[in-house]
T-cell receptor
């Protein structure tokens, strides 16, 4: 079945540091890939997505490129802020006839210190 | 503004009791989902629905049930609560369409403790 593996946290960084969170996936077809972010005490919200190979998703300074050859979708940000402290989830959704179930990775907690 | 709400936000119950968690969305989305979030497991799909009268089992459906009588609501019922069901529960909804193309919108979550 489908699965998503992402690096375990917590990841602790200083403000303005470079952030990378690794994500790899296993899927039978051609999935769409997502990064969701969960701020403390809140539900998840979509950060960015990519729907086909070589697509780059970007939002709020974060980027991730859909790499089919390495089955990866690593999240990067060049200069993090304290407000980026959150839990980040990589997820995929298979291309099927109906619906869009998501398969999530385990989440990576990021803590940015001033 | 359209939104998705969950109630209650916190619930403490005892082993063996029946518990229902409510989820209500005003997006008019066809698709609705229930997940549980546990440390080390990320979010796991419990049940989902692609429309009124449609329900499907997810990855961890044992001990849970849902029913979809209208577009807006997908209540989640724990038939006989167990301590293993202590978790944070999230409801989500999305438009119907090409798989993977539509964002899921999440509710704020319900923290359930089973004693």
């Amino acid at each position: 079945g489908d699965s998503v593996t992402q690096m375990e946290g917590p990841v602790t960084l200083s403000e303005e540091a470079f952030l990378t969170i690794n994500c790899t996936y296993t899927a039978t077809g051609y999935p769409s890939l997502f990064w969701y972010v969960q701020y403390p005490g809140e539900g998840l919200q979509l950060l960015l997505k990519a729907t086909k190979a070589d697509d780059k998703g970007s939002n709020k300074g974060f980027e991730a490129t859909y790499r089919k050859e390495t089955t990866s979708f690593h999240l990067e940000k060049g200069s993090v802020q304290v407000s980026d402290s959150a839990v980040y989830f990589c997820a995929l959704s298979e291309e099927k006839a109906a619906g869009n179930k998501l398969t999530f990775g385990g989440g990576t907690r990021v803590l940015v210190k001033p | 503004d359209a939104e998705i709400t969950q109630s209650p936000r916190h619930k403490i119950t005892e082993t063996g009791r029946q518990v229902t968690l409510a989820c209500h969305q005003t997006w008019n989305h066809n698709n609705m989902f229930w997940y549980r979030q546990d440390l080390g497991h990320g979010l796991r799909l419990i049940h989902y629905s692609y429309g009124v009268q449609d329900t499907n089992k997810g990855e961890v459906s044992d001990g849970y049930s849902v029913s979809r009588s209208n577009t807006e609501d997908l209540p989640l019922t724990l038939e006989s609560a167990a301590s293993s069901q202590t978790s944070v529960y999230f409801c989500a909804s999305s438009e119907q369409g090409l798989a993977g193309r539509n964002e899921q919108f999440f509710g704020p979550g319900t923290r359930l403790t089973v004693l």
